[in-house]
């Protein structure tokens, strides 16, 4: 009898990850590959999806069941089901499904329970479950939102250096900017950010974090503003749980997995008004989702039409 197994995705604006499980969740297989996130490129996306899963099934011989793929950038595009059938005729017309990375990250972070799952990485977002319903705020893309996570806490320390420079005021983040852009001056910082892409910017996040640890001032108030703006999505989600409301909350993305200061705000802003409000930090292996996805909602590709 062959091998059946399933494949979870995990796409996303920097890489995407493709990880094989047998239908007892045992891990059988994992590949990389390019960027997932549609809607900063619809086609490479869809196509970065296809080739890691199809990388991914020429290393395992048995039959694959079904790809759950969690996509960066699929709430702004929308059209989950076109979505899914697309990336289905590039993977051998297998059923697949098409999520957000954000429900993807939910699904493994709470393993089948109800709870929320904040994510702060290039962008951000909180989804919660509860009793099969979704409850979701924030998720809006950098211009419109994306509270706490490394492109709002870049950007927001780029504001802070500039604001100084202006003053000619002493600001640690000035010369943290000059470094990383290889300029004299903070005028000159501009032009290049301005050219960089999203991830690019967000990459800037550890840096400012790096300065917050060592005690500077300028650098601690950007952290700390970002991470009350989480808090606060945070406790907006918990208010419109109905009661009792599930006090599970996992934390993911590599904004919150590698800031212990960030970590510490947000959870202590939270309790203030919800103190049963227990905290973990997931493993990121949010591929893993697939192992926990009861949706009957997977698409075949047949034609155009049917989309």
């Known amino acids: 009898m062959a ?3 399933q494949i979870g995705v995990d796409a996303g604006g920097t890489h995407s990850t493709a990880i094989a499980y047998d239908m007892d969740g045992k891990e059988l297989g994992r590949a990389e590959g390019g960027p997932g996130q549609i809607n900063a490129d619809y086609e490479g996306g869809i196509n970065n999806i296809a080739n890691v899963v199809n990388d991914l099934m020429n290393k395992i011989d048995g039959d694959c069941m079904r790809v759950l793929a969690g996509i960066a950038g699929l709430s702004v595009v929308g059209n989950a089901p076109e ?3 697309t990336i289905s005729s590039k993977i051998n017309n297998l059923p697949t499904r098409a999520i957000t990375d954000s429900l993807l990250a939910l699904y493994n972070g709470l393993e089948g329970d109800d709870g929320a799952v904040v994510i702060a990485g290039t962008g951000s977002v909180f989804n919660g479950l509860q009793d099969g319903h979704l409850i979701s705020v924030g998720g809006y893309g950098n211009i419109l939102g994306d509270e706490g996570s490394g492109y709002a806490i870049a950007v927001a320390a780029m504001k802070s250096a500039l604001l100084s420079w202006d003053k000619r005021e002493d600001n640690a983040l000035i010369p943290m900017f000059t470094k990383l852009f290889g300029v004299e001056h903070m005028d000159d910082c501009n032009a290049k950010f301005y050219r960089m892409s999203n991830p690019e910017v967000a990459s800037m996040a550890v840096h400012v974090a790096k300065l917050a640890d060592s005690g500077d001032k300028d650098a601690t108030r950007v952290i700390k503003d970002q991470a009350h703006l989480l808090a606060r999505d945070i406790i907006i989600s918990l208010d419109r749980y109905e009661d009792p409301k599930p006090m599970k ?4 993305g590599s904004v919150l997995a590698k800031n212990e ?3 510490g705000l947000i ?5 203030t008004k919800y103190p049963d409000a227990t905290f973990s930090v997931s493993n990121g292996e949010n591929a893993r989702g697939v192992i926990f996805d009861k949706s009957k909602d997977y698409h075949y590709f047949t034609n155009h039409e049917d989309r």
């Not at 909350?249 to 993911?252: P, R, S, V, Y």
């Not at 959870?267 to 309790?271: A, F, G, Q, R, Y």
């Open 261 to 263: 200061m960030m970590r």
């Open 267 to 271: 959870e202590d802003e939270v309790k």
């Open 249 to 252: 909350i996992a934390l993911t």
């Open 83 to 85: 979505v899914a059938a």
């Open 3 to 5: 091998l059946k197994y």
